[in-house]
């Protein structure tokens, strides 16, 4: 199965896009897995540097690199805060750019769950208010779209550490 191309797209050796590829700029952008996982991790709702680091369980130069990679494309805004008697600090914060993401994060979630999880991966993502699990689809249809605080995680009870 492929992709339909309209009629003038249909000699591939007569065009290119070349670097303007929407996807090979994603891929460039989240091109890190510490990169990746800096978004994962917003939507998990980390947001201090170094609860990163320990998340994700890198280098702090890996973190502060992916950050400043996703701070330069409006992925994530800084959000100063200060504790009492502490200096003043920033938060990472997903911008609506990094919320948009939620799709591609949660299709590759689902991809991993079904092909690489032996049916039983350790999360599950469904709707706060009704607990019916997220899918990601490609539609023609309008459908209404979910942002993440309308989405729980919850740990799957038949998933067992390797």
Do not use: H
Request: with cysteine; charged share 30%.
């Amino acid at each position: 199965m492929t992709m339909e191309f309209e009629e003038r797209l249909r000699d591939r050796d007569a065009w290119s896009i070349g670097d303007g590829c929407s996807a090979e700029r994603v891929l460039d952008l989240l091109s890190t897995k510490t990169v990746f996982l800096v978004v994962r991790e917003c939507f998990y709702g980390t947001a201090r540097f170094e609860d990163f680091v320990a998340r994700i369980g890198t280098s702090a130069p890996a973190v502060s690199r992916a950050l400043k990679q996703l701070e330069s494309a409006r992925v994530v805004a800084r959000v100063p805060y200060q504790e009492p008697g502490r200096r003043a600090r920033d938060e990472y914060r997903l911008t609506e750019a990094g919320e948009d993401l939620l799709p591609v994060f949660l299709s590759l979630m689902q991809w991993g769950d079904k092909y690489l999880q032996e049916g039983r991966p350790p999360l599950s993502f469904v709707e706060t208010d009704t607990g019916r699990a997220m899918r990601v689809r490609v539609t023609a249809d309008p459908a209404p779209e979910t942002t993440s605080d309308k989405i729980e995680i919850r740990l799957n009870p038949a998933w067992r550490r390797g």
